[in-house]
């Protein structure tokens, strides 16, 4: 089965993101990627920068091909994929079984956060960037966005964060589902 491989793989990855300290500088380049303090692993960096290339790109339901647009689950697979070679599951509410529960105070680049958007858990994922923000697909209509984690509709409906990346272990497994 397709999917043991993959739990495998995140077991291997999910030892350490949680040892990263730096924070995300607020710039960004022209290429409309963060730009990193030093502190950050390779894996966390190459998320940042892979994510923040998407912005812009359209939402559309289901999507998962910047050429015709993505979905939230969309983009964080097509992010891990681009950036790490890592297949995800497809939807949000699979995404936050995997890895390991991280608190928002223990927030560091390249987590999944969820949210719940459709009065139901994990109705809607993103990557944390630092300082607060977050990479998204929102809405139809909407595109490949950046939002602050404090603001009041996504404080409200935050509902947990999973650390995928280790910094001791190199991002070509994933980790254990914990």
């Given at each position: ?27 960004l ?5 963060a ?6 692993t ?11 290339s ?6 559309r ?8 647009g ?8 097509t ?23 991280v ?5 560091q ?7 719940n958007?459709m009065?139901r858990?994990f109705?809607?994922?993103?990557i ?7 990479v ?29 990346v280790?910094e ?6 994933l980790?254990e589902?914990?």
């Amino acid at each position: 089965m397709r999917l043991r491989p993959i739990l495998s793989v995140l077991v291997f990855v999910a030892a350490g993101l949680a040892a990263i300290e730096a924070r995300a500088d607020d710039a960004l380049s022209s290429s409309n990627a963060a730009e990193l303090t030093p502190g950050y692993t390779e894996a966390a960096q190459e998320l940042v920068n892979q994510a923040m290339s998407y912005l812009g790109i359209r939402y559309r339901f289901g999507g998962k091909s910047p050429e015709t647009g993505l979905d939230c689950s969309g983009l964080v697979q097509t992010v891990f994929r681009n950036a790490l070679g890592l297949d995800l599951p497809r939807t949000a509410r699979e995404m936050a079984s995997l890895g390991s529960r991280v608190t928002r105070g223990e927030l560091q680049p390249g987590d999944l956060v969820f949210f719940n958007t459709m009065r139901r858990t994990f109705s809607h994922v993103g990557i944390y960037l630092g300082d607060g923000r977050f990479v998204h697909a929102p809405a139809r209509g909407g595109s490949v966005r950046v939002d602050d984690i404090g603001a009041a509709y996504w404080a409200k409906r935050f509902n947990g964060a999973r650390r995928l990346v280790n910094e001791d272990q190199p991002p070509s497994t994933l980790p254990e589902v914990r």
